[in-house]
């Protein structure tokens, strides 16, 4: 956990990074790299059954599933929307 936080948020830019974490390859449903015009990436796959959320340090979301983690440098504050960056449901 804290090597990944070392390399978390950039506080000059803002922006928020993530990790996801996988016991096994298998678990990888999608990786896709796109070789066009566009230059989206697209990951998919699962970390399981939900066992456990919570923020690590106040400002890392983790998410632990029964096959991984994923880790978003997000603090409390952005999803409740206190810091100006508005939350919008779907």
Do not use: H, P
């Not at 928020?16 to 998919?44: P, W």
């Not at 796959?45 to 096959?67: H, P, S, W, Y």
């Amino acid at each position: 956990m804290v090597s990944w936080r070392k390399t978390g948020m950039n506080q000059t830019n803002k922006e928020c990074s993530f990790s996801i974490e996988l016991t096994s390859k298998q678990y990888i449903k999608t990786i896709n790299l796109a070789n066009g015009s566009r230059e989206s990436v697209l990951v998919e796959g699962t970390i399981g059954q939900l066992q456990n959320a919570e923020f690590a340090e106040d400002v890392v979301l983790e998410i632990t599933g029964t096959k991984g983690v994923l880790r978003i440098d997000l603090s409390r504050e952005q999803i409740q929307g206190e810091t100006g960056t508005e939350v919008k449901q779907k």
